[in-house]
């Protein structure tokens, strides 16, 4: 038995939308335990201060700008860390976009395509960019972020929660094609979690007790209370683990 399951020493992560929220409390977490976390977003000096957080903690980890909605950034971005780490250990997509909130019937194009091209075509291209330098470096772990809402489909989220359903169907797809590599691929769904993401949602006061009377445990998550769950599947205790959604917060009764 590995008596220290979530140990990560010498672990090299990549934790996008690691600005705030849940990606900056899931990069902490992995710092704490002993990885180096590039912590990415779309603004540096975002990232910067989370790496202020961790240098000052103890830990390790280093700022690297990356919007995951430009291809080009994401290459950019695993040139990178070929270039100054040649391995990737973890990989967990968290950055998303949300830019609609409104009837469904009423999303344009615009709004359309900025949420496809981050939560779907972002993510795929960021599996497949990490999943490669994984497989020549004899395996990894990714999570991916997508949400409750990817189950049941959020009032007034209609593009986002689509794209979030396809982020599971992703991650199954990855699952079962890069196990061989010794690659465990799991999504994350969190619940009503309060974040600056959310805002929308808190600030309906109406909305939010609506959603909260959903949940079992009548209440909201934290961020920090995501970043366990991710710690669990990226850590070597988890390595039965291939392709599941975890869903935190209680979830919602369908």
Do not use: W
Not at 40 to 61: E, F, N, P, Y
Not at 79 to 90: Q, R, Y
Not at 201 to 230: C, N, W
């Amino acid at each position: 038995m590995n008596p220290q399951p979530f140990d990560l020493t010498h672990k090299i992560a990549l934790v996008t939308g690691a600005s705030r929220g849940i990606g900056k409390e899931i990069a902490v977490l992995l710092a704490q335990q002993g990885a180096h976390v590039i912590v990415s977003s779309r603004k540096i000096r975002d990232c910067q201060l989370v790496v202020d957080t961790i240098t000052a903690g103890g830990g390790s980890a280093e700022a690297l700008k990356c919007h995951i909605g430009s291809l080009e950034d994401i290459q950019n971005a695993f040139a990178h860390i070929k270039l100054h780490h040649g391995t990737l250990d973890i990989l967990v997509n968290n950055a998303a976009t949300n830019p609609y909130f409104g009837e469904i019937l009423e999303t344009d194009l615009d709004a359309y395509s900025k949420t496809v091209d981050v939560n779907i075509r972002g993510y795929f291209f960021m599996c497949v960019e990490g999943g490669k330098i994984m497989r020549n470096n004899g395996g990894g772990a990714i999570v991916n972020t997508a949400s409750i809402n990817a189950l049941q489909p959020g009032h007034f989220q209609g593009i986002y929660s689509i794209t979030k359903a396809a982020i599971v169907n992703m991650t199954k797809a990855f699952a079962k094609e890069c196990g061989k590599y010794n690659i465990r691929v799991n999504a994350l769904l969190p619940g009503l979690t309060k974040t600056k993401f959310a805002g929308a949602l808190f600030s309906d006061e109406a909305r939010y007790e609506e959603t909260v009377q959903k949940i079992p445990m009548r209440r909201h998550a934290e961020p920090h209370e995501m970043a366990g769950a991710v710690l669990y599947l990226v850590s070597s205790s988890a390595s039965y683990t291939n392709g599941e959604c975890i869903v935190v917060d209680g979830g919602l009764t369908l």
